[in-house]
């Protein structure tokens, strides 16, 4: 039986190439994010994708995700919570709005995209909060990302919270703090940045987390970084 993925922010970066990696390990996969074009793209790489184009802050985001798998008559295996957002600014510059919308897509849309699909896992299923380094106690801080790294910690704590509720159910969760990869998102954090790590080589370590990571894991925050940023 193929294990059935939902990947969020699946239109280009780490989502993107996760996608397409778990259709080569024989999954199929619900990929979401904004961009149609980009999904119409992903969805030609394989015939297991299915794409929904939707803002995972839009109030109706939660039900068309929903109706989309029930349409389709999916159950799920695994979400990966991947989507996310990066505003670099100095505290001092960071407004209110910035620190909503950061907060927005990075914790309340997978709070509430998890809270809807909680009927639709199967028992056995891996939950996977894509975190941040900078979101890891501890970790080296840098400047232009406190309202990022603050999302990514509550993230990353939401993570042990969940696992500790969802353990008598049968559904692992589990957060894996990136170090930097080489993607659209760390350009605009640290310009000129070379990463150690390429998009596809980290998709390939979630791909296969996702899959099997809940066999060795649960309500674990993991750093997955040589050094930090990189
Ligand atoms: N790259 C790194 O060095 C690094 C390091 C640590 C953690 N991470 C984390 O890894 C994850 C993937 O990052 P990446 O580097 O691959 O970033 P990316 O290339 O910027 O991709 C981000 C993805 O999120 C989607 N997204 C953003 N806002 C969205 C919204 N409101 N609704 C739906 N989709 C949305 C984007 O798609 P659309 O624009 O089409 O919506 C895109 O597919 C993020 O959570 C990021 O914080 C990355």
Same mark, same amino acid.
């Given at each position: 039986?193929?294990?059935?993925?939902?990947?969020?922010?699946?239109?280009?970066?780490?989502?993107?190439?996760?996608?397409?990696?778990?259709?080569?390990?024989n999954?199929?996969?619900?990929?979401v994010?904004?961009?149609?074009?980009?999904l119409?793209e992903?969805?030609?790489?394989?015939?297991?994708?299915?794409?929904?184009? +939707?803002? @995972? #802050?839009?109030?109706?985001?939660?039900? %068309?995700? =929903?109706?989309?798998?029930?349409? !389709?008559?999916?159950?799920?295996?695994?979400?990966?919570?991947?989507?996310?957002l990066?505003?670099?600014?100095?505290?001092?510059?960071?407004?209110?709005?910035?620190?909503?919308?950061?907060?927005?897509?990075?914790?309340?849309?997978? +709070?509430? @995209? #998890?809270?809807?699909?909680?009927?639709? %896992?199967? =028992?056995?299923?891996?939950?996977? !909060?894509?975190?941040?380094?900078?979101?890891?106690?501890?970790?080296?801080?840098?400047?232009?990302l406190?309202?990022?790294?603050?999302?990514?910690?509550?993230?990353?704590?939401?993570?042990?919270?969940?696992?500790?509720?969802?353990?008598?159910?049968?559904?692992?969760?589990?957060?894996?703090? %990136?170090?930097?990869?080489?993607?659209?998102?760390?350009?605009?954090?640290?310009?000129?940045?070379?990463?150690?790590?390429?998009?596809?080589?980290?998709?390939?370590?979630?791909?296969?987390?996702?899959?099997?990571?809940?066999?060795?894991?649960?309500?674990?925050?993991?750093?997955?970084?040589?050094?930090?940023?990189?």
């Amino acid at each position: 039986m193929k294990k059935h993925i939902l990947i969020t922010g699946a239109s280009k970066g780490i989502g993107f190439e996760t996608a397409k990696i778990l259709c080569e390990k024989n999954c199929t996969v619900t990929a979401v994010s904004r961009s149609k074009d980009r999904l119409e793209e992903l969805a030609k790489s394989s015939d297991h994708i299915s794409t929904l184009a +939707v803002d @995972i #802050t839009d109030p109706d985001a939660v039900s %068309l995700i =929903k109706k989309h798998l029930s349409e !389709n008559k999916l159950l799920l295996d695994g979400i990966i919570h991947n989507a996310g957002l990066l505003i670099n600014k100095p505290f001092i510059e960071l407004t209110d709005n910035d620190w909503k919308l950061q907060f927005e897509v990075n914790l309340l849309a997978p +709070v509430r @995209i #998890t809270r809807a699909l909680i009927s639709l %896992l199967n =028992k056995g299923s891996h939950i996977v !909060n894509i975190s941040s380094m900078g979101g890891f106690q501890g970790s080296d801080k840098f400047p232009g990302l406190s309202a990022y790294s603050a999302t990514k910690g509550a993230l990353s704590i939401f993570t042990e919270c969940l696992a500790t509720e969802f353990s008598s159910v049968g559904i692992s969760v589990n957060c894996l703090c %990136l170090g930097a990869v080489q993607t659209e998102m760390l350009n605009q954090a640290f310009p000129g940045f070379k990463a150690p790590v390429t998009s596809k080589e980290m998709s390939s370590y979630i791909a296969d987390f996702v899959l099997n990571g809940h066999k060795f894991y649960n309500g674990k925050i993991l750093p997955v970084a040589m050094n930090n940023p990189g």
